[in-house]
C-alpha cells in the first residue's frame, strides 16, 4: 500500500500533480513514493469524513541522511518487520458543491527503524523511533485549484542515528536532523476556453501554476551536531500542465532555487509528459 501521508504518494501518477517534478516537500519530507506492506481498515463513515488506519512495515534506519531526510529508509522488495508501525489519516469534506470542493486532511505516522530489507535487523543498538504529522488541503473553485501540505517528522534518538552509522565521522554521513520539517502552496487554474473542448480535446484542460515551497532536513539537529545550511531550502515553481486527455499530459515549468548556504541560487528549466493507462 501507499503511505497515507500527504497528497502526492497516494496520487503520484502524473497527470495528478502538476509540475514535471513532484513536490519536493513531498519528496525530502514525506518519502514519496512511499510503499510500504501491511493491513488496516479504511471507510466512510460519515458523508463527510473517511478514515484509513493501518499497521505497517517499519523504516530502515541506515538509509537516513542529512539531504534526503528518511527517504532512504523506504523499503522495497522485502521490508524487514523487526519493528513495525502505525500510520492513518482522516479527511474531511466540509464544502461540496457543484462549483467547488474542499477537502481537509490529517495524517500520521510512528514507528521503529530498526529494519533490514529482506528481513531482520541492522544491529544497531539505536532503539530509535520516527514519528510524523501531518495536513493537507485541496481546494476547487470553479477553474481554480488550491493545494497545500506542511509535514514535521522527528526521529527520538538522532544523536545515536548518527554515532552508530558515521563511527568514524565519515563526510556526508552521520549528519541525519532530529526533525524534518516542510510545507508548500500551490495554485492553479484551467484556462482552456470551453469552445477548445470538442472533439479529441473534448476531456482536455491547460493549467498553468506557480508553487512555493520550504524543506528542511535538518530542521532541528541533536545536541552537539551541527546543521547545514544547503540543506535548509526554497523553491519557487512557475509552469503548466496541459492534459490532452486525463491520462495524457505534457508539462513544462521552470524552478528558482535557493538554500540558506551562501550563493546557492539555481534555476532549473524542466519538461517532461507522461500517461497513465486504464
Known amino acids: 500500500m501507499l503511505a497515507p501521508l500527504g497528497i502526492v504518494n497516494q496520487k503520484h501518477e502524473p497527470t495528478l500533480f502538476n509540475?514535471?517534478?513532484?513536490?519536493n516537500v513531498e519528496k525530502?519530507?514525506?518519502?514519496?513514493?512511499?510503499?510500504i506492506d501491511g493491513a488496516g481498515l479504511f471507510g466512510y463513515p460519515l458523508s463527510w469524513m473517511s478514515y484509513e488506519v493501518y499497521a505497517v512495515a517499519g523504516l530502515n534506519e541506515s538509509g537516513f541522511n542529512g539531504k534526503e531526510g528518511v527517504r532512504?529508509?523506504?523499503?522495497?522488495?522485502?521490508?524487514g518487520l523487526n519493528e513495525g508501525a502505525f500510520t492513518g489519516r482522516m479527511d474531511f469534506f466540509p464544502v461540496s458543491t457543484d462549483n467547488q470542493d474542499l477537502r481537509i486532511g490529517l495524517s500520521g505516522y510512528y514507528g521503529g527503524t530498526d529494519n533490514k530489507n529482506k528481513g531482520g535487523s541492522n544491529e544497531k543498538?539505536?532503539?530509535?523511533?520516527?514519528?510524523?504529522?501531518?495536513?493537507?488541503?485541496?481546494?476547487?473553485?470553479?477553474?481554480?485549484?488550491?493545494?497545500g501540505v506542511v509535514a514535521l517528522g522527528e526521529n527520538s534518538d538522532a544523536a545515536a542515528l548518527n554515532a552508530a552509522y558515521d563511527p568514524a565521522?565519515?563526510?556526508g554521513k552521520?549528519?541525519?536532523?532530529e526533525q524534518i520539517f516542510g510545507w508548500y502552496l500551490e495554485a492553479g487554474v484551467n484556462v482552456l476556453p470551453d469552445s477548445w473542448k470538442t472533439g479529441k480535446l473534448s476531456d482536455s484542460s491547460l493549467i498553468p501554476f506557480v508553487r512555493y515551497e520550504e524543506y528542511n532536513t535538518q530542521h532541528k539537529?541533536?545536541?552537539?551536531?551541527?546543521?547545514e545550511g544547503k540543506y535548509d531550502r526554497?523553491?519557487?515553481?512557475?509552469?503548466?500542465?496541459?492534459?490532452?486527455?486525463?491520462?495524457?499530459?505534457?508539462?513544462?515549468?521552470?524552478q528558482f532555487c535557493d538554500t540558506a548556504a551562501a550563493n546557492s541560487d539555481t534555476t532549473k528549466y524542466n519538461l517532461g509528459m507522461g500517461w497513465v493507462f486504464n
Open 19 to 23: 509540475g514535471v517534478e513532484r513536490p
Open 28 to 35: 525530502y519530507i514525506i518519502p514519496s513514493t512511499w510503499m
Open 72 to 79: 532512504g529508509g523506504r523499503m522495497k522488495g522485502r521490508p
Open 125 to 147: 543498538d539505536t532503539d530509535n523511533t520516527f514519528a510524523m504529522i501531518s495536513s493537507d488541503f485541496e481546494y476547487d473553485i470553479s477553474r481554480v485549484q488550491f493545494r
Open 169 to 171: 565521522g565519515t563526510a
Open 174 to 177: 552521520g549528519d541525519t536532523g
Open 221 to 227: 539537529m541533536a545536541a552537539g551536531d551541527t546543521a
Open 234 to 254: 526554497s523553491e519557487i515553481t512557475i509552469g503548466a500542465s496541459w492534459l490532452l486527455t486525463q491520462n495524457f499530459v505534457l508539462k513544462g515549468d521552470i
